[in-house]
């Protein structure tokens, strides 16, 4: 434990996308395992106030934390990585520092003074980023800077790093420069040179790097240390060696090989010891490890997209390791899926994931996908949106409800059994506005969910703006489809089941938030043993 918080700054140069999220939960968990408490925060560059209204091919998805922030999907790294939930406080976006400074503004903060980037800005973005440090839960906090250096809207925050280093004092601050060694196979070698200038631009902001990591797919000699050593300033050993990795859990081993957490915390002026890495080495040898092998369909409309599902695919890979099973998840996209295909791109599944999304685009697919696994007997879970198909398609095939729909695709049906919320009639703004964060959730004893959670009360992070019509639930549990867990306060159906079915759950809420390296969430874990139950019966 330290007295005053220490603070690392990540930054990211030559090209976006190169894992500065991945390097910083991972030097987080290398630091957390020698006894620090660490904590990581993401800065956006963008002017969106969060990332709650963007779409999903835009920037991924958006990750929900208890609070009800709608954040960065990199928090969903730190928090699997740390098994540590993050909060607001954890990701910053220049919309929120703009708005911030300009209520201040507004109210007369500044006595009359002209606002500026430069003190204005910078001092809330330096404000934000001890937000974590102050609050003393803390002895290093690791802050993400997003974009690449040279991007215009990167320049703030990249001038407020450059004055916290003067303003906090020797071995308080450390800069690590995450950059791209290009191999270029013409010429049959590594090139530093785009590193040498992407280090050379951050300089000309009036901040040297530390330490570089360099993302390559090809190992860095001893010469090439020496040179990108020499010519971006800084020790031999700071020059750290990031190679493409076969899974982003084994980049924490890598970066203590690397010995990326010693160089860090000499740079502290603190002291390092061996990281305890036993647990996760335990996960990481049965994910590489399985002794069977499941396929789960994953059902959505941005598919192509690893990114729009990310918490739900790292989710089954913690489930599958904790059942020994190696998960293939099949991605269908639920636009092109109709009956004359449907046997052919389920058949031969072992599960059925139908994902949470908004809007009515490749709504009939996933209706005629639990459709199928309903039929068929086929381990189902429908998560969010997935959750309301599987009441849609039960109320339109069993209830001989055909127009039944929800408000949100279809305003005029005559059965709505999926309609708005009360507290979302009259919202007009989308951004934060929906149900979010952590709700109670009271389950039914004799439910799937009660076996699962072994708990009668839990609580689960939400993103939505309808729900089930409780109009409706006394015809659904009277023909077979049972509400097995409900909001105490308000009533709310949170979990649906078919007992008539092997394994058939809809949750209302997100569980692949909440799932960690450290604590596999029960549901992914019994999902996945349920579809090798049935893989092995098949």
């Known amino acids: 434990m330290t007295t005053n918080p220490k603070y690392i700054f990540v930054t990211g140069g030559v090209s976006s996308s190169l894992g500065k999220g991945i390097i910083a939960a991972s030097l987080a968990k290398l630091l957390q395992s020698q006894g620090y408490r660490a904590t990581i925060q993401k800065l956006d560059p963008y002017i969106n106030i969060d990332p709650g209204t963007l779409n999903p091919y835009e920037h991924g998805e958006c990750y929900v934390t208890d609070d009800g ?7 969903g790294h730190y928090e699997r990585f740390l098994n540590v939930p993050t909060s607001q406080a954890n990701n910053v976006t220049t919309g929120r520092i703009y708005q911030s400074v300009i209520d201040k503004e507004r109210r007369g903060e500044f006595l009359g003074k002209t606002v500026q980037v430069i003190p204005h800005i910078t001092d809330e973005i330096k404000r934000r980023i001890q937000i974590l440090g102050n609050s003393g839960d803390y002895d290093i906090v690791i802050t993400e800077i997003g974009g690449t250096v040279g991007d215009i809207e990167s320049l703030p925050y990249i001038e407020a790093v450059r004055q916290l280093e003067w303003d906090l004092g020797e071995h308080n601050t450390c800069v690590i420069h995450l950059t791209l060694v290009p191999y270029l196979s013409a010429a049959g070698e590594l090139k530093t040179k785009p590193t040498q200038h992407s280090v050379k631009t951050l300089m000309e902001s009036g901040v ?3 330490i570089l990591v360099c993302r390559t797919e090809h190992k860095l000699n001893d010469s090439l240390k020496t040179k990108l050593a020499r010519f971006c300033n800084v020790k031999k050993e700071a020059v750290i060696e990031s190679i493409d990795a076969s899974t982003i859990y084994d980049v924490p081993n890598l970066m203590l090989e690397e010995g990326l957490d010693k160089v860090v915390l000499n740079q502290l002026n603190l002291k390092s010891s061996v990281p305890d890495l036993t647990r996760w080495n335990e996960f990481l040898k049965r994910h590489k490890n399985p002794k069977s092998e499941v396929t789960i369909g994953l059902i959505g409309k941005y598919v192509e997209l690893q990114d729009s599902y990310k918490s739900i695919l790292e989710a089954f ?19 092109y899926l109709s009956e004359s295909n449907i046997e052919f791109k389920l058949g031969h599944l072992d599960g059925v994931l139908v994902a949470p999304g908004f809007g009515e685009r490749g709504i009939e697919g996933k209706i005629d996908a639990v459709r199928y696994v309903r039929e068929h007997n086929i381990p189902f879970l429908g998560i969010c949106l997935g959750m309301q198909m599987a009441v849609i398609e039960y109320s339109r095939n069993v209830l001989n409800l055909p127009k039944a729909n929800s408000v949100e695709m279809d305003e005029q049906t005559p059965d709505p059994v999926i309609n708005l919320m009360a507290s979302q009639k009259g919202v007009v703004n989308k951004g934060g506005t929906m149900r979010l964060g952590t709700w109670d959730c009271k389950l039914d004893t004799e439910s799937i969910a009660y076996k699962v959670y072994n708990s009668e009360l839990i609580t689960e992070r939400h993103r939505h703006r309808f729900e089930l019509n409780n109009d409706y639930k006394a015809k659904l ?10 909001n105490p306060e308000t009533g709310l159906v949170e979990i649906v089941e078919i007992p008539a079915n092997d394994w058939f759950v809809g949750v209302q809420y997100h569980p692949e938030y909440k799932s960690t390296v450290k604590s596999p969430h029960p549901l992914f874990v019994a999902f996945v043993g349920a579809a090798l139950k049935y893989s092995k019966k098949k």
């Open 69 to 75: 922030a709608e954040t960065d999907l990199d928090l």
């Open 208 to 210: 040297q790097a530390d």
């Open 317 to 335: 890979i913690h489930a599958g390791a904790e059942n020994e099973v190696k998960v293939n998840v099949e991605p269908i996209h639920s636009e």
């Open 477 to 486: 549990e009277e023909t077979g489809m049972k509400a097995t867990g409900f």
